[in-house]
């Protein structure tokens, strides 16, 4: 084969998305990708010296993976499973544990094994966040939802992880110095000056900057962290019982904790599950050279930053996708910092957004909504979607023309159809993305629809234009068998023809006894809610609203009127508040169609 050289190698950027137990479709999306790029590497391995090897010979390396809530921690659960080495991709429905981390995690979550090892017995995931041994006497509540079983199912990925896990074992497609980024939501705010002229006079002694209040913190995670040159830019990323060294043979400090925090903060959704308290971890160095950074402040801006003179920035955090949902920014500032201006012709770096619950989901999935706002209750209903809107904005530096960029989402075709079902893709996706929690058949069928969906997007979406002349395409040098195996014939408008080539080749397209049917499923019956183990939670829901009520109230009220009454008043909210729950969710399903 022809020798390659950097126009021969596309940098990717990952970006997960926040997805609540969603994160069971992005799981399975990325199982898929890793698989795909595992075959593709070792298929090229195997015709290394074969001149008319019908395996396309450019390289694919991943520079960057970052995400929020669900895809934060499908982020940091991709990362440790590449550093163990270790990816056994799930083909085919387990009903048992796997040994996949991403299959374990988002399908399993924290349901105890005796349900499905024929025992029969035991409790959900669910039900485990509606016990109430995270309440505490005469204590108000953490969450609405008991964020125990959530913790536990982080905890687990880290403590699984095998003694010989390390960078040393990141595959050829992943970058040596992968960055691993995760958005969570300070409620401290950083906060930083705008300086006005500063004018003196018999009536004011000096000029008063404006305030400005930032919110979103970003845990940027780097591989192959220097000890001096890295230090306040970004965060190490040392999780293993077996710490690397320096040049000077000293042992660095494992951070494992502090990544775990991280991992549960920025799937912290908040009120219906526990915010997260970092009083260390987070240098206010780091955190002001971070947002620095990110709004592109400089020497010519009259700003000064306020975030306090403690050695480590304290907050409370919680989800990272209350105001970055989707990072693709802070993915794609990371490839621009590494490989420079882009070239809108040649593309050699660029991000795939992996989104459950794209915002144009709303035109498909609801009728047209009605924008005038007459009362102060539609005018506070609205505030809330307009300030979160607002919070979320892009930087202006993602908008460039000859970036890169490309979004995967949940799509169901019919069978033997290029036609969309006639529900919502997730099986997940109920009352607000919670509604994976209530069943793992539900998480099952996600997992296999990312996996059929990311298999799609390999052989349908992520190309590129093949251009055999250009020494700078991608594709040159290609063999033309390769091309022909892989090729894409899309019919301009002009009448002219172009030839498109797979950024990352799925090789088991060469098998002759693949299911190319991209309408075909692992899982293809749309899930039903079980409506008779649905109401056994009844019970459960009304317990946890009566222990929550008592918490808030106990600790908002006394006297002896409150003693006499609270009884009373608790037991009539709790079965109100149990009926309208029970019901907003039965009406939540029937609308989904399950």
């Not at 074969?50 to 395996?55: A, D, E, W, Y």
């Not at 995400?67 to 990816?87: D, E, H, Q, R």
């Amino acid at each position: 084969m022809s020798k390659k050289s950097k126009s021969n190698t596309f940098h990717l950027g990952l970006t997960m998305a926040g997805a609540v137990s969603a994160g069971a479709y992005t799981a399975g999306f990325m199982d898929y990708i890793l698989e795909a790029l595992s075959a593709w590497e070792d298929a090229k391995k195997q015709n290394e010296t074969n001149p008319k090897s019908p395996i396309p010979n450019h390289d694919v390396i991943i520079d960057a993976i970052g995400g929020a809530s669900a895809g934060g921690m499908v982020s940091m659960i991709t990362t440790l499973a590449l550093c163990s080495g270790k990816i056994k991709p799930v083909r085919a429905v387990s009903n048992t544990k796997t040994g996949n981390i991403l299959y374990d995690s988002w399908v399993f979550l924290d349901d105890d094994d005796s349900l499905y090892d024929g025992r029969g017995t035991g409790k959900t995931t669910f039900e485990k966040m509606l016990s109430n041994d995270d309440l505490h006497d005469n204590k108000s509540a953490p969450s609405l939802l008991n964020s125990k079983p959530i913790d536990r199912i982080a905890e687990q990925v880290f403590e699984l992880l095998p003694e010989d896990a390390s960078v040393n074992n990141l595959p050829n497609y992943i970058s040596k110095d992968l960055r691993v980024l995760l958005t969570v939501t300070s409620l401290r705010p950083l906060d930083y000056k705008v300086n006005f002229s500063k004018i003196k006079s018999k009536f004011l002694d000096s000029t008063p900057g404006h305030h400005i209040s930032n919110h979103d913190i970003v845990a940027h995670f780097k591989l192959k962290y220097d000890e001096i040159a890295d230090k306040n830019k970004f965060l190490p990323f040392r999780p293993f019982t077996k710490n690397p060294v320096n040049a000077s043979g000293k042992a660095l400090k494992s951070n494992r904790d502090f990544l775990i925090k991280v991992t549960k903060a920025t799937g912290a959704f908040p009120v219906g599950l526990a915010p997260r308290y970092f009083d260390v971890g987070f240098p206010t160095a780091y955190v002001r050279n971070s947002l620095k950074e990110r709004k592109a402040f400089n020497a010519q801006m009259d700003i000064e930053l306020k975030l306090g003179t403690e050695r480590n920035f304290q907050f409370t955090a919680v989800d990272g996708g209350v105001i970055n949902n989707e990072p693709f920014d802070e993915v794609l500032r990371c490839l621009v910092a590494n490989h420079g201006t882009e070239d809108p012709v040649n593309p050699k770096y660029g991000t795939l957004l992996i989104d459950p619950f794209p915002n144009f989901e709303n035109e498909i999935l609801y009728d047209t909504p009605n924008y005038q706002k007459n009362t102060i209750m539609d005018v506070i209903g609205g505030l809330i979607p307009t300030i979160l809107n607002q919070a979320r904005n892009k930087h202006h530096d993602t908008y460039g023309i000859g970036l890169f960029k490309l979004m995967a989402f949940p799509r169901k075709l019919k069978l033997g159809k290029l036609e969309e079902v006639d529900h919502p893709p997730l099986a997940t996706g109920g009352i607000g993305g919670f509604g994976g929690f209530i069943d793992i058949e539900f998480r099952k069928h996600d997992f296999f629809l990312g996996r059929k969906n990311a298999k799609n997007f390999l052989r349908g979406i992520l190309f590129m234009e093949y251009d055999k002349e250009d020494p700078n395409n991608l594709f040159y040098n290609v063999s033309k068998e390769a091309v022909k195996k892989f090729r894409k014939i899309v019919k301009q408008e002009d009448g002219t023809k172009k030839i498109f080539m797979p950024i990352i080749p799925d090789v088991t397209k060469l098998d002759p006894n693949d299911d190319a049917n991209p309408s075909s499923y692992e899982v293809p019956d749309f899930p039903k809610l079980d409506k008779k183990a649905f109401g056994r939670l009844e019970k459960p829901i009304r317990n946890r609203v009566k222990a929550i009520l008592k918490a808030e109230l106990n600790d908002k009220l006394s006297g002896w009127l409150w003693g006499l009454v609270k009884g009373l008043v608790i037991s009539k909210l709790s079965k109100k508040i149990t009926k309208w729950a029970m019901t907003t969710i039965e009406k939540d399903f029937a609308k989904r169609g399950m």
